[in-house]
């Protein structure tokens, strides 16, 4: 059973601080990492994907892969209110017919206080 | 350009009703994912449509039931519902050349 792992949270952060978000995953032959925003109601937004080890950064995210460890993480720096959302960690790319289909963590919830 | 769209919004169904949820992908993806997503939960994978064949099954029952049409749209269907079918029904949207699957507004199903 491929597992993707996140704390639930919530993971409060003070405006202007850095929130760091943490996810690990199962499946040692998957290729291919994403990270989502979701406010409350909403539908999943795509923020950052990943596909090699080491950093890349877009803006004020920073996401982090390390296959060795099969662990992703995101780095939101100068975090706004407007970040307050949940963050879902996706996984694909592993060896089965559907080699695309998401895996997705629970999502970790992030509060950003003002 | 428009994003994937879904409809209806909204659904309230009873127990044992059948109902067809619809979904555009981007212009110019040809494949479209579909994804329950419950409360407290992350979207669970369905079924993966490439060029109008099915390439992937999520862990569903055999109610779940969905297709492609030539212009790439999609519908997905579930017959004799049940309450726990109430959900997020999410579709999305990738291209041929990218892993990136970009989500729909989703539709939110009730069934009492």
């Known amino acids: 059973q491929k597992e993707v792992e996140q704390n639930s949270g919530p993971l409060s952060v003070p405006e202007g601080a850095i929130a760091s978000l943490n996810c690990t995953y199962s499946?040692?032959?998957?290729?291919?990492f994403f990270w989502y925003r979701q406010y409350s109601g909403k539908s999943p937004e795509l923020i950052m994907s990943i596909y090699s080890n080491g950093d890349k950064e877009d803006g004020r995210f920073t996401a982090q892969l390390n296959k060795a460890s099969q662990y992703v993480s995101l780095l939101i720096r100068d975090s706004q209110p407007s970040d307050s959302a949940t963050y879902l960690c996706a996984v694909n790319g592993g060896l089965n017919q559907a080699g695309t289909a998401l895996i997705f963590g629970k999502g970790t919830t992030l509060s950003v206080s003002s | 350009d428009a994003g994937v769209t879904q409809s209806p919004t909204h659904l309230i169904k009873t127990r044992g009703q059948q109902v067809t949820l619809r979904c555009s992908p981007i212009?110019?993806?040809?494949?479209v994912s579909w994804y329950q997503q419950v409360l407290g939960q992350g979207p669970q994978f369905i079924f993966q449509y490439y060029e109008k064949e099915e390439r992937g099954r999520g862990n569903f029952p055999d109610r779940f039931s969905a297709r492609q049409f030539p212009n790439y749209s999609s519908e997905l269907n579930v017959n004799a519902l049940l309450l726990g079918d109430s959900a997020l029904y999410l579709c999305?949207?990738?291209?041929?050349?990218?892993?990136?699957?970009?989500f729909g507004p989703g539709t939110r199903l009730t069934v009492t």
């Open positions: 499946d040692r032959v998957s290729q291919s």
């Open positions: 212009s110019g993806h040809k494949s």
């Open positions: 999305a949207s990738r291209s041929g050349t990218s892993n990136e699957q970009y």
